[in-house]
């Protein structure tokens, strides 16, 4: 069964500082993984999806590294703004999509 | 990015009634829906997978006569929740994959509570 762990639960940082969100899976044999946003009360908005075959994606401020023989992800967002505060989820797709219990962010004026 | 549209947003029943909730995908078609549930402060768990012209497939624990799921059409899943009681109250998201890329894009979500 996969199992997805993200680390820090929690984290706040003052504004302007880069943010390092990890992401951990137990199953390498992965279609895809992909990065969410959730605001508190709201859906998920996709942030970045990575192919398996596919090392890291970009998206604006937002970088997202994939190594499946370790099992690990990381997002990095540059320049952090109070806008980026939410709960940022991983998810991995094989057979099923299994999600992370996700990292809360905090970000200082 | 693709657009899925989830009604109702909020919905307040007495204990006892059945509540259904839709998941559409406005612009593209999705053979695949799949039902979240999401209680507070804790990840979506899977509850099942819908398939347009079959029967759902129920996760482990998943009460498939208690969360009724149809997926009518390519663009078009209902989740219904029987019999409701105030432990089903909770946050249900949808979502519904695009062919090409696997990517999933996410309704808003619905929150149910149940009194």
């Given amino acids: 069964k996969q199992e997805v762990t993200q680390i820090p639960a929690a984290l706040s940082v003052p504004e302007g500082e880069n943010l390092v969100l990890n ?45 499946k023989s370790s099992g690990r992800s990381t997002l990095y967002i540059a320049a952090s703004q109070p806008g980026d ?23 200082r004026a | 990015g693709a657009v899925v ?22 612009d593209f078609q999705a053979t695949t829906m799949f039902w979240y549930r999401q209680f507070p402060k804790q990840s979506l768990m899977l509850m099942a997978t819908s398939n347009e012209g079959s029967k759902a497939t129920y996760e482990q624990g998943v009460e498939k006569d208690k969360f009724l ?9 209902t989740l219904t929740v029987t019999s409701a009681h105030p432990e089903d109250s909770s946050f249900y998201i949808c979502s519904a994959g695009t062919r090409n890329t696997g990517e999933l894009f996410f309704g808003e979500g619905s929150r149910l509570t149940v009194l």
């Avoid at chain 1, 992909?34 to 970088?63: A, C, V």
């Avoid at chain 2, 204990?15 to 406005?26: A, D, M, N, P, Q």
């Fill in chain 2, 69 to 77: 799921i149809n997926h009518a059409s390519l663009t078009l899943s």
């Fill in chain 2, 5 to 26: 549209s989830q009604h109702p947003s909020w919905v307040i029943c007495k204990s006892g009634t059945s509540v259904k909730i839709e998941c559409r995908s406005l």
């Fill in chain 1, 23 to 67: 992401c951990s899976f137990t199953d390498s044999a992965i279609y895809n993984l992909q990065w969410f946003r959730q605001d508190p009360g709201k859906g998920l908005t996709s942030l970045l999806l990575i192919q398996s075959s596919q090392r890291e994606q970009t998206s604006g401020r937002l970088n997202a590294s994939l190594d």
């Fill in chain 1, 85 to 107: 505060s939410a709960t940022y989820l991983c998810a991995v797709s094989d057979y099923k999509l299994s999600f992370g219990a996700g990292t809360t962010v905090t970000v």
